[in-house]
C-alpha cells in the first residue's frame, strides 16, 4: 500500500534562518505529490504541487519542492522564514494510475515554528 | 474562488448520541471526503463521495457513515458517538481531474464527553 512519511513531527527554526521539511513517499508507480499547509485553526490550503516536467516546484510564497524519483522524496524548502509560515505541513501523495477518485494519501504531518 | 463550509466549527456532544457534520461545497465537484485529523497521525479517510449516493470507505470508517443525497452536500453520522471520535475532522472536495486538488473546510472540532 502506499504511505507518505514525514520525518519530522516539529522543526523549531529561528526567524530568517533556512527550513527544509522532509517527504518521502513509498511507490514504484508515478505519483503526483502535493504540500498542504495549514495555518492555526483553519483548514488545509495547498501550497504547491508537482504534477510533471520540472522537478522543482515553487509557490508565491518563497517555499519550493523538489521531486526526486530515485529517492522518491518531495522535500519542501525555504532559503528564509517568516513568523507567518508557523504552521503546519501536510505532504500527499495520489498515484498517477488512480481512478478519478481524486483520493489523496498524507503524511503525518510537521509543525513549523518559528521563532523571533 | 472555492468555498467548502462545515455546518460547526466547535461541538460538544455526549456519549451514545448521533452525530451530524455537514459539509457543502459551491463549486459542483464530483468527489468529496471526510478526514480526521489526530496530532500525530495526520490526515485519515473515513469516506469519500464521487457522485450523488455513491460512497466507498476510506481507511478508518468503522462508527461512522455518510449520505449524499445532493450533489453540493455530504454529511458525516457518528450513529453513537463514543469518546475516541473526540477530534477535527475535515472536509474536503475536488473536480474529478487527478491532478487537481483536494478543497478543505475549516473543520470541525468534535468532543465527546
Known amino acids: 500500500a502506499q504511505s507518505v512519511t514525514q520525518l519530522d513531527s516539529q522543526v523549531p527554526v529561528f526567524e530568517e534562518a533556512p527550513v527544509e521539511l522532509r517527504c518521502n513517499y513509498s511507490?514504484?508507480?508515478?505519483?503526483?505529490l502535493f504540500w498542504y499547509v495549514q495555518y492555526p485553526n483553519q483548514g488545509l490550503q495547498l501550497l504547491l504541487k508537482?504534477?510533471?516536467?520540472?522537478?522543482l516546484v515553487e509557490s508565491i510564497n518563497g517555499f519550493e519542492a523538489e521531486f526526486n524519483k530515485s529517492q522518491t522524496s518531495f522535500h519542501l524548502r525555504k532559503p528564509s522564514v517568516h513568523i507567518s509560515d508557523t504552521a503546519e505541513y501536510f505532504c500527499a501523495v495520489r498515484p498517477g494510475w488512480s481512478s478519478n477518485t481524486g483520493k489523496l494519501i498524507f503524511g503525518q504531518g510537521t509543525t513549523l515554528q518559528v521563532k523571533p | 474562488d472555492v468555498k467548502v463550509t462545515q455546518s460547526s466549527r466547535y461541538l460538544v456532544k455526549r456519549t451514545g448520541e448521533k452525530v451530524f457534520l455537514e459539509c457543502v461545497q459551491d463549486m459542483d465537484h464530483e468527489n468529496m471526503f471526510w478526514y480526521r485529523q489526530d496530532p500525530g497521525l495526520g490526515l485519515r479517510l473515513i469516506y469519500f463521495?464521487?457522485?450523488?449516493?455513491?460512497?466507498e470507505k476510506g481507511d478508518i470508517p468503522e462508527g461512522y457513515s455518510v449520505s449524499r443525497e445532493k450533489k453540493e452536500r455530504f454529511s458525516l453520522i457518528l450513529e453513537s458517538a463514543s469518546t475516541n471520535q473526540t477530534s477535527m475532522y475535515l472536509c474536503a472536495s475536488s473536480p474529478p481531474a487527478r491532478t487537481d486538488t483536494q478543497y478543505f473546510g475549516p473543520g470541525t472540532r468534535l468532543t465527546v464527553l
Open positions: 463521495s464521487y457522485d450523488v449516493k455513491m460512497k
Open positions: 508537482y504534477l510533471s516536467g520540472s522537478t
Open positions: 511507490s514504484s508507480v508515478s505519483v503526483y
